[in-house]
């Protein structure tokens, strides 16, 4: 499982960045949707660095806020408490009657779920969408998230590795799994938005993130053996090359990441990452 550690997720998400996907998120809910959220889940909160803000920013009387991490929740719970904010524990990738009691308690009356580069983390989005559907109040819930798109690493990959490698995802077959988990929930779609997204990242950002950027991949593979013999052959190089140069410029021969790791000159990374933005109601 994905774990990050509290710290070190809030310096990633500390910057401008970040803060131009959420000042964006944030003018759709309050300016956009013309509608009062009463109570909000934020799903995916993490250290809740994120969760405090939208607390701040959204008006609302109640904001559940769910994370699968029990670390990250105690740190939430020390940090980044607020009058409104419930955090829960509590798996999403769970079927219904598998979610504690408390959340079970919601169904049908969420206005708001938000979910900020969250679902990416989920296998199969439909099933999570029927959760989210569960939890919204009919006629009018609002889903709003964003959510980055993987590279196309058979775009990446040496020949010597003998692609294409069918787990990889492609970005059209990503785009087409959120719209899919979205309509076969009966969601109405109000925008659905590639976004292409520029990020910057300090070189000890970079190398501190690289492990979660591997581990996050793990979810593809068809098994654990498969996952661990790319990750002692190549999965580190073709990775960083495909974060970090176009989607079509040729493989870096040697190993994007061997390279920069061996190249003390390059201080600052720029990675272009898109992102699809959603915003999607319950009829
Ligand atoms: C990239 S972080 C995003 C955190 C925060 N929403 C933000 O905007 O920065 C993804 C979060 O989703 C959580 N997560 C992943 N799978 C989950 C699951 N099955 N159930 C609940 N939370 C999950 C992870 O623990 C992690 O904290």
Redesign the pocket.
Known sequence: ????EPEL?NSF?DNKY?NEV?ENSFNIINNKLNRKFDVIV??????G???KLLSTRVPHRKLVA????PD?LSYARQYNTGPTIDYQL????VEWPQLSPQLRQLETTVDLVF????V???TDKTKLMSLISKLLAPGGGVFHS?NMLYPDLNKKLLPKYKGPKPWYPSIEKQIDDYRHSLLDNGFQIKEFTIVEKHWKWSRKQAIEMMPYAVEDFRQFYPNRQLFDEEVGEHLWDTLFDAYRNQPDDPPVADGAWKQFLADESQTEIDDCIPYIRIVAIKD
Request: hydrophobic fraction near 45%.
């Open positions: 499982m994905f774990k990050l997720y998400t970040y959420l934020d799903l995916g909160c993490a250290e660095g994120i969760t769910i994370d699968t991490v990250l509590q798996d999403m990738s979910a900020n580069f969250v990416p983390h989920f964003n």
